[in-house]
């Protein structure tokens, strides 16, 4: 079993949808990222978390360490946002963050 | 404010030869972390360096090896290269509050092994 899942794997939307991705994680953690990659391979930092809840404009990250799970949401979605989310919890102690497969979300117009 | 900065954008080297990948952090931070994304795989974490010193190694043979400089800038080197070490070589830097740092990422480096 993997370490982190996520899901679903691939999610298409139409502009203007609400979207969610869902992380599980099976390692003690002391944070959470939410990283967003482009085609060409580019990573953006969208959240680090370990407690409840956080905004971005239209991005909302929340965690609940208790049942090891996470989530990303976005309202009022964009072509723009098209890219792949990889949720990424760094292990407890060591800094290193274990990586989830990654949901690619395609928004069409 | 400067983002982390890698070079070279590309590299290409035969079988068997060393690659060189270098990383500049966000002035201020002191943490540098290496990851490589090979193709079809996911990211994976290959090495965490601070304040100059090599504190948390991923699970890939010594050939893969770096070091943090005095400004805190980082090197990567890959001796002897494989085929299979054709990836995007991404770094990532923070300034650790306590034990916890927001990591921010570098555009990578696409390396590959012909």
């Known amino acids: 079993k993997n370490e982190v899942e996520q899901s679903p794997q691939n999610l298409t939307a139409q502009e203007g949808e609400f979207i969610t991705i869902n992380c599980s994680y099976s390692?003690?953690?002391?944070?959470l990222h939410w990283l967003q990659q482009h085609p060409g391979g580019g990573i953006v930092s969208l959240f680090m978390?370990?407690?409840g809840k956080k905004k971005h404009g239209r991005l909302i990250a929340t965690i609940n360490i208790q049942e090891k799970h996470s989530s990303l949401h976005i309202t009022a979605s964009h072509p723009r946002d098209s890219a792949v989310y990889i949720c990424?919890?760094?292990?407890?102690?060591?800094?290193?963050?274990?990586f989830g497969k990654g949901t690619k979300l395609t928004v069409n117009p | 404010e400067a983002g982390v900065t890698q070079s070279p954008t590309h590299l290409i080297k035969p079988r068997g030869q060393q690659a060189t990948l270098r990383c500049s952090p966000i002035?201020?931070?002191?943490?540098v972390y290496w990851y490589q994304q090979a193709l079809g795989l996911g990211l994976q974490f290959l090495l965490w360096?601070?304040?100059?010193?090599?504190?948390n190694r991923g699970n890939f043979p010594p050939r893969f090896s770096g070091r943090q400089f005095p400004n805190y800038s980082s090197e990567l080197n890959v001796n002897a290269l494989e085929l299979e070490d054709s990836a995007l070589y991404l770094c990532?830097?923070?300034?650790?509050?306590?034990?916890?740092?927001?990591?921010?990422f570098g555009p990578g480096t696409r390396l590959t092994v012909t």
């Open positions: 990532a830097s923070s300034w650790r509050v306590g034990t916890i740092g927001e990591q921010y």
């Open positions: 390692v003690g953690i002391s944070a």
């Open positions: 978390l370990s407690s």
């Open positions: 990424a919890p760094t292990q407890g102690g060591s800094e290193k963050l274990v």
């Open positions: 002035s201020g931070h002191t943490s």
């Open positions: 360096y601070d304040e100059g010193e090599e504190r």
